[in-house]
């Protein structure tokens, strides 16, 4: 039997969405929307979901990781009821409920305590500075180490167990009977939606958000693996030094168009920005120009004299991966992908 939560409104609210009690079930969101099929009210079904409170059924629901808020569903409804900002607001709510550390909620909810988190972080990196005496190549030592640790650390303690906590909302607990060998067969999903978000392709009018989203994750990716594998701040090869220069190039022109969309608010997707976007897109690009400016001023030999620079860029690497990766928006590439993983896995046939 379901559960009914008069409560889940007010609660939803603290992650965005406000006004789809305006909703009164016209139908113009799943008549306009592509992604809807006779089988599927999309996304009807998750605005009667949340309107009743039915927490569950939410939880084991994959439609809000499939949908790319291309916006048309709330310019298209007559009461301003903001289906797709719903949409948006309940990947926050299920990003929260999948975190078994509960930090994703509390700083989803709470600006102030991001700040406080934020500041923490830099205090910890001002701390480290002084225990090594600024000493720059002890910086860059551990700074490399550091980056390949939280990686390692973030994923197998924080993230693995929280995609273990989708896979248990969205297949064990509704109990899909999916067998051993589906979930090999479908593996190939998994790694084609991570790369390439191609679900993106089916919203209507989305292709240049979709090239734009597509040359992010590959850039974003590929500098990863530079920076960490390759120790891009640390190598003498021409080819690993030009590949760095490239990727972080590409991280923070697109994050820069991102930001200009965001500030101008002329998209619908854009319109309802909150602090977890925001900071998403805008420490993404200082984290890209801010590694391009340090292998600058290590080829231009003036980093030794400026280390400030690579103190400025090892803060905003630190909130990012120990923020806004687990906790924060960057999660959602990650349950987007095993969504659509899982979706293969649920279908039928």
Not at 65 to 77: H, L, P, V
Not at 246 to 254: C, K
Not at 340 to 349: C, D, E, I, N
Request: contains cysteine; positive net charge.
């Amino acid at each position: 039997m379901a559960k009914v939560n008069p409560k889940f409104a007010e609660e939803l609210k603290k992650y965005g969405s406000y006004d789809f009690y305006a909703c009164f079930n016209c139908g113009n969101c799943t008549a306009t929307c592509s992604l809807s099929t006779q089988e599927s009210s999309f996304p009807r079904e998750m605005i009667r979901y949340t309107t009743l409170g039915l927490e569950d059924e939410i939880k084991a629901s994959l439609k809000p990781w499939e949908c790319y808020y291309c916006g048309q569903c709330s310019t298209e409804c007559p009461r301003n009821a903001s289906p797709g900002e719903l949409m948006m607001s309940l990947r926050r709510y299920l990003t929260a409920a999948y975190d078994w550390t509960g930090l994703s909620g509390i700083l989803y909810k709470s600006l102030p305590i991001t700040i406080i988190a934020f500041v923490l972080i830099f205090l910890g990196v001002i701390a480290f500075a002084f225990s090594v005496q600024f000493d720059l190549e002890r910086m860059l030592h551990v700074g490399h180490l550091f980056e390949a640790i939280a990686i390692g650390t973030i994923g197998v303690v924080i993230l693995l167990p929280n995609v273990a906590r989708m896979w248990y909302f969205t297949i064990l607990k509704p109990k899909a009977k999916v067998p051993f060998l589906k979930y090999v067969k479908s593996l190939g999903e998994l790694f084609i939606h991570m790369f390439t978000q191609k679900r993106a392709l089916g919203c209507d009018d989305n292709q240049l958000r979709w090239f734009e989203h597509f040359i992010l994750v590959i850039g974003y990716l590929s500098l990863l693996f530079t920076t960490v594998v390759l120790n891009w701040f640390g190598t003498d090869s021409l080819f690993i030094i030009i590949l760095g220069y490239v990727m972080s190039a590409i991280v923070f022109v697109v994050t820069i168009d991102f930001i200009r969309r965001r500030r101008a608010k002329k998209e619908e997707m854009t319109k309802h920005s909150q602090p977890s976007d925001i900071l998403f897109v805008a420490w993404l690009f200082w984290m890209g120009f801010s590694a391009f400016l340090v292998r600058l001023f290590i080829d231009l030999d003036i980093l030794d004299t400026n280390k400030w620079l690579y103190i400025f860029h090892l803060t905003v690497l630190a909130q990012w991966a120990l923020v806004i990766v687990p906790f924060g928006k960057w999660s959602h590439f990650l349950y987007r992908s095993f969504a659509m993983y899982f979706a293969r896995l649920k279908a039928k046939g």
